[in-house]
């Protein structure tokens, strides 16, 4: 069954640093979105891309935040110096219709900012 | 910007007994996404209401939306272990604004 797959599964990096994790997305799907989820708390959204653009994004996703499809596969989420409270897990989904289908989502990338 | 509550916050049944979760939505609900998310997992689609009074079954859970009330529930019938996890009920609004926002959870924890 296809999946959506994310990696890092698990990623440390210092306060500053620039983090990049990456998503396959399923290969039919046009729709594609970044979730996080800081510990205990509730999975909120960060941005949703399609046709090559951002077609939202919350007030999260601030100036600090990219994403990218840099080829017919990938699907990435760059965080360009990240912060202490960046440290959550990261969710990729994706999605045949976007805004009323059924969202895939990865397993997910821990990330943690020391 | 639409705010879900979900309760209860956490559930401990005994298996073999039915429960009922509860998603309520601040804003009218277009589309009312139920998943569950195992922990540390990734979110499982367990099923999807657009109609109000619309009811959806999948194995021994069952959702339903109240339009009206902004309201789901979800029932889950003779417990298993297997259900355990936490529930996340899902909502795009009425704006269509490509995007799902979720509620806070239930974590269902069975007892043996």
């Known amino acids: 069954e296809p999946e959506v797959t994310q990696t890092p599964s698990h990623q440390v990096t210092q306060m500053g640093q620039e983090v990049i994790l990456r998503c396959v997305p399923i290969s039919n799907h046009l729709y594609f979105y970044w979730y996080r989820q800081i510990l205990g708390q509730k999975v909120e959204f960060l941005v949703s891309f399609y046709n090559n653009e951002i077609s939202e994004k919350s007030e999260i996703f601030d100036d600090q935040f990219s994403v990218e499809r840099p080829d017919g596969s990938n699907f990435t989420l760059k965080i360009r110096s990240t912060k202490l409270e960046d440290s959550a897990m990261y969710f990729c989904a994706s999605s045949v219709a976007g805004g009323t289908g059924e969202l895939f989502f990865g397993e997910g990338s821990r990330l943690t900012v020391l | 910007s639409q705010e879900l509550e979900q309760s209860p916050q956490s559930l401990i049944v005994q298996e073999g007994k039915n429960l009922t979760i509860n998603c309520t939505s601040s804003?009218?609900?277009?589309?009312l996404y139920w998943y569950k998310q195992k922990y540390g997992e990734g979110l499982i689609f367990l099923m999807m209401l657009q109609k109000g009074g619309e009811e959806k079954s999948h194995e021994k859970i069952t959702a339903k939306l109240d339009e009206k009330k902004q309201q789901s529930s979800l029932h889950i019938t003779a417990s298993q272990p297997s259900h355990a996890g936490i529930y996340l009920c899902?909502?795009?609004?009425?704006?269509?604004?490509?995007?799902?926002?979720f509620g806070k959870g239930t974590r269902l924890h069975i007892l043996p």
């Open positions: 804003k009218t609900l277009y589309g």
């Open positions: 899902g909502a795009e609004s009425m704006n269509r604004d490509d995007k799902i926002i």
